[in-house]
């Protein structure tokens, strides 16, 4: 992932002002080299101006592939991708001139390659930048700059650029594909008010009635969406600020959605029969299923659907769970327990981890994290360090510790799903009509009585309520 170690020496060779200090830090040395100073070799503080310096490739020299990622993810924080772009570009062309046309010519020949790999790397880890045309324009540009010092260079540019193209048009399908598929789940029928009405809907045993099959499906999902979280993640700036609530990030809340669907869908299927036996034979199989994400490492969907079976009405359905054999599901809430900043998910996730850093199979090296969780620790980091330090450089090692998150993400998003899909599963895990949480309520009662008089006034004014709001629409 990130290997913060590997800056090298070549920049310190290259930095203009070379004043130098060095006194102990902790256990280390730090060492101050004009505007970027290291504590054992590895970066901590710089100058914005000094690590934009740092990105630009010469002819000598090429930025350590970790340094590139960490700074094209966090420099978002400081300034906009187009901004970067423009500095990065006019610095590369600009430290090429010597005055000399023909020498200039054959310097820019040198960098050009460097520079196209630098692009490549911006191009096919953070695509979403390139949806500003202002990014496309300067894209633009810089090919036909490149196309006036070197041929090689200027078609591995055009080549980049049609793949850019591609991924993009690919993203935005996408992202329609699933709008089309929510907005369709919404205007399904409002036939699950009532018990009657819902008995004419198929249930989830129907449909699957193997744990293993349902969890690998629901993996099918999580990968996909993992996909389009990585690339749209430049879309969240600044990183997650107000948890959603200044900035519109539409791809990390349709996550996010995603987990709360899955959850009221088991939910649902829990409420949803009339008989005893049947929500009991349902739940046992969510309990299967999420034994089986906990097997294939994939956490999202394994806390979702504990989630869902936590529901209060889900969960007040006493004589429904009299009938489960409960031991496993208590093992499956353990390790998801939330105390102690969820310490026993954490070992699990570690574990889940290094199985997949020394794994020979696909299945082996999936690793799908409980994603609210990630998104969390991302925000806190972010809130809890300054991104500044008194001396007005930017706190590279914060810069360090987000990228690490999100670059962990990075590589277990990679893994290629080697399940087989099952299109009726996935249709009906995406588009099936589910309770809202009233109609749970409700449902959840005529399953199983009311047993004070708290619960009885709580069916009456959600009866009244949902017959009048189907009488609206």
């Not at 009662?445 to 004070?452: A, K, L, R, T, V």
Request: glycine residues 4%; hydrophobic residues 40%; charged residues 25%.
């Amino acid at each position: 992932c990130i290997n913060r170690r590997l800056i090298g020496l070549k920049h310190k060779q290259r930095t203009t002002k070379i004043m130098r200090l060095t006194r102990l830090y902790g256990h280390g040395v730090a060492t101050s080299y004009g505007e970027m100073c290291y504590h054992d070799n590895s970066l901590v503080s710089a100058s914005l101006e000094a690590l934009i310096q740092h990105l630009v490739p010469t002819v000598d020299y090429y930025p350590d592939r970790s340094y590139v990622f960490t700074f094209l993810l966090s420099s978002r924080l400081f300034l906009h991708p187009y901004e970067l772009m423009t500095r990065v570009c006019h610095l590369c062309v600009e430290q090429q001139r010597s005055g000399d046309a023909l020498l200039d010519k054959i310097r820019f020949r040198e960098v050009a390659p460097k520079l196209v790999q630098l692009l490549t790397e911006w191009t096919e880890t953070f695509p979403y930048d390139f949806r500003d045309d202002r990014m496309m324009r300067c894209l633009k540009d810089m090919t036909l700059h490149v196309a006036r010092g070197d041929e090689y260079s200027w078609r591995a540019m055009q080549q980049m650029t049609q793949r850019l193209i591609k991924r993009l048009s690919a993203l935005g399908q996408y992202e329609e594909a699933v709008a089309a598929l929510n907005a369709a789940a919404q205007e399904r029928p409002a036939s699950l008010k009532t018990k009657q009405a819902s008995a004419q809907r198929a249930d989830i045993l129907s449909v699957c009635d193997d744990p293993f099959v349902f969890a690998q499906q629901l993996t099918h999902i999580e990968l996909v969406r993992g996909v389009v979280f990585m690339v749209s993640f430049s879309s969240s700036v600044p990183l997650f600020q107000g948890f959603f609530r200044k900035r519109k990030t539409s791809n990390l809340e349709a996550y996010v959605n995603w987990f709360n669907r899955l959850s009221y869908l088991v939910a649902t299927e829990i409420c949803m029969p009339t008989k005893k036996k049947h929500r009991a034979r349902i739940i046992e199989f969510f309990i299967d299923v999420a034994q089986e994400c906990f097997n294939i490492g994939n956490f999202n969907s394994l806390m979702a659907i504990i989630t869902g079976m936590n529901m209060s009405p889900v969960a007040r359905l006493k004589k429904t769970w009299n009938k489960v054999n409960t031991d496993k599901f208590e093992i499956l809430e353990h390790q998801m327990d939330p105390s102690s900043n969820f310490s026993n998910y954490r070992t699990a996730l570690r574990g889940a981890t290094q199985r997949s850093e020394t794994a020979h199979s696909s299945q082996e090296k999936i690793v799908i994290p409980f994603f609210s969780l990630l998104i969390k620790d991302i925000y806190f980091l972010n809130e809890g360090c300054a991104n500044r330090l008194p001396n007005g450089h930017i706190n590279f090692e914060k810069l360090w510790e987000l990228a690490k998150h999100v670059s962990e993400f990075l590589v277990w998003r990679q893994v290629i799903c080697p399940f087989d899909r099952d299109r009726r599963i996935l249709q009906y895990l995406v588009t099936t009509a589910v309770y809202t949480e009233d109609e749970l309520h409700l449902a959840s009662y005529e399953s199983e009585g009311p047993e004070n008089n708290m619960e009885k006034d709580s069916r009456r004014s959600l009866r009244s309520s949902l017959l009048h709001r189907e009488n609206r629409s």
